[in-house]
């Protein structure tokens, strides 16, 4: 890889539909089974230029307080190089828009689709697809749903995933993504704290499977199933995200649950003028930056 033009892309989130605590590994991580959504907003943006020779990676990525070698953008290159042997030389900056702390996998994604990118510069070199796989998930959990970017259930740490339809053509969905970080790690200490739940009788397949479909690849978690196990364990130190959840039902959701460990809550509603109207209301009832996106799946 050599020569190649400047390229700008687009990093998608994520939000859990479902997310359930399965177990603790002996290594201190936990197992988990979770319904994987993507939603188009709200999206980081990737500017990608080429730079001079012996450059190595040049990072720009304002709002983000890590040194570069930290970030998951230079996590990806590096993995890349060294799974691949081509390290090129690229200026990269990032337009976060995607909120930290949101639950929402923003640098999982940013990670991805760099590694994407850079793989498909790569011509010869290029990994293939069970090494890429392999490099996502040293990144963490959340990379390798990101190269997949389609509905997916996931077990392990979030790594097995099953690729799924998950029809949600009937509702809107209303993304609150409000001015709190939940940090993910202080997140489970919480869970591991509480002990939370115990084993739950069949799996997540079998749960969100509609009768009769059970070959077909395709869920229906509405109304069946949409919850997370993390809000029992974060809701007591953050009372404001369970008020957001409990607000947004009473202005007519006809569900909504916490995505990942926090902060942000996504809604779905029956009506797209009573989703806008909600994501007005709570936007004005806000004081404190509450970012709301109405999405059509």
Partial sequence: MTSFAPAVLFAPCKVNLVLRITGLRPDGRHDLETLFYPLPDPHDVIRVQPAPAGAGLRLSCPGVDCPPERNLLWRAWDAFAAASGLRPDLDVQVEKRIPS???????????????????????????????????????????????????????????????????????????????AHVDTAWAYR??????????????????LTAPGEADTGSLCPWPLCLENDFESAVFPSFPGLRRLKEQVMRLGAAGAVMSGSGASIVAAFRDLNEAEHAAAVLRNDDAGGLRAFVLRP
């Fill in 101 to 179: 702390g949101a639950g929402l996998g923003g640098g999982s994604s940013d990670a991805a689709a760099l590694l994407a990118w850079l793989n498909a510069q790569a011509g010869e070199a290029a990994l293939p697809p069970g090494r890429l796989a392999e490099a996502a998930l040293s990144l963490g959990a959340d990379v390798p749903f990101f190269l997949l970017c389609r509905p997916a259930l996931a077990r392990g740490v979030g790594e097995l995933l099953t690729p799924v339809d998950v029809d949600l053509s009937a509702f809107s969905l209303l993304l609150l993504c409000p001015d």
């Fill in 190 to 207: 919480a869970w591991d704290e509480r002990c939370q739940g115990g084993p739950r009788p069949g799996s997540l397949l079998g749960v």
